[in-house]
């Protein structure tokens, strides 16, 4: 995920390099953050989810959701069409097209998991060739946005012989230097999805198996976060790099008893299953511990990598299942980030 002022920055770069001003300007700084006004159908899901169906919760999701229909290519799509029956400009809705592709692209470059084909397909996907702190894709966009910035004082009678030598400079090579500000980024972007793909066919020849793609996370701009299945067990994760290929690696055992609750894989199996109905669907490498306490079983579900990665906001929930051992009735409640455990919704799962 890059900033989103860095996704305005985008947006402003596309416009200055086409040398368009004022409501257009605008207009493309607005489509390169337009994908992020999903928080606003969210709330509408937040006030929603509790009172329907699971099946329908799930597909108010699939609409409403945080990165889902708003960051889709149907959507981009439908919005590309709009502007082209607005202006019947072709190239101020190529522009506009390249806008909110480029959000909807670093989102899925970075580390998050999509739904890009919805409707047509409810399978998430991810690239995850990009650190989420890349510092070239979330700083280099920013020169534009500090450009217009200071343009814009400066029209106001503002900051008045500050930063001469810089606006000269911009107005002397404003062609060439956003023309190569677009191509750097380009490349860039271009660039490490590739260089991911070598290193995790890399990985897999070493380890005699089939490294997942999309399963591989960026954990800094060079190093990634890789893991498979070793056995009916136990889980291999690795950090692997560009520069020393395997850097370090463990393995992780699925079900973890305490206290040696019986029928602990049953229990774990059974939080397996309802986990696999709920959205969004973040666990990729499920593990469970499982322990008995005055007539119930609690059974933890998180990720494998969970710690492996601090400050990250994907895979690092975790969900706690309390099953009554007598009625199997449960009650189930998750927890973001180590954060504030809460009780989910009895439609949560199905």
């Known amino acids: 995920m890059v900033n989103t002022l860095s996704h305005l920055g985008i947006g402003l770069l596309i416009a200055l390099a ?7 300007r605008g207009s493309l700084a607005l489509l390169s953050i337009l994908p992020d006004l999903d928080f606003i159908p969210y709330i509408l899901f937040a006030l929603l989810s509790s009172s ?7 597909q108010l999701f699939y609409l409403l959701g945080h990165r889902e229909f708003m960051h889709s290519i149907l959507f981009i799509l439908l919005v590309t069409l709009f502007i082209w029956l607005r202006t019947k400009d072709r190239l101020f809705t190529a522009a506009g097209f390249a806008a909110i592709l480029s959000h909807s692209y670093l989102d899925y470059a970075t580390s998050w998991k999509m739904r890009p084909l919805y409707p047509f397909s409810t399978e998430s996907s991810i690239m995850g060739a990009v ?3 890349d510092p070239l894709a979330n700083l280099l966009p920013l020169l534009p946005v500090f450009i217009v910035f200071v343009g814009y004082l400066k029209s ?3 900051w008045n012989g500050k930063f001469n030598n810089f606006c000269t400079f911009v107005t002397n090579n404003r062609r060439s230097l956003y023309r190569t500000l677009v191509v750097v980024l380009l490349v860039w972007l271009t660039v490490l999805p590739v260089a991911k793909f070598f290193l995790v066919n890399q990985i897999s020849e070493a380890e005699g198996t089939k490294i997942s793609y999309q399963g591989t996370y960026p954990v800094s701009p060079v190093r990634f976060l890789a893991a498979y299945q070793y056995n009916d067990t136990h889980y291999k994760i690795m950090e692997i790099s560009y520069l020393s290929g395997i850097k370090r690696s463990d393995f ?7 206290g040696g609750v019986p029928d602990a894989s049953a229990y774990a199996e059974g939080a397996g299953e309802l986990y696999s109905t709920a959205l969004p669907q973040e666990i990729d490498y499920p593990v469970y511990w499982v322990s008995e306490d005055n007539g119930s079983v609690t059974v ?5 990598r969970n710690s492996y990665v601090e400050r990250w906001a994907y895979f690092r929930t975790v969900y ?3 099953f009554d051992k007598e009625s199997g009735e449960y009650e189930a409640y998750a927890s973001e980030q180590e954060g504030r455990e809460k009780r989910l919704d009895e439609n949560y799962f199905e």
């Open 18 to 24: 086409l040398g368009y001003k004022g409501k257009k």
């Open 52 to 58: 329907v169906s699971h099946d329908t919760r799930n």
């Open 131 to 133: 650190y989420f702190f």
């Open 156 to 158: 106001r009678g503002k």
């Open 252 to 258: 992780i055992e699925k079900v973890n008893s305490t």
């Open 300 to 304: 933890l579900l998180s990720d494998a």
């Open 320 to 322: 706690r299942f309390v």
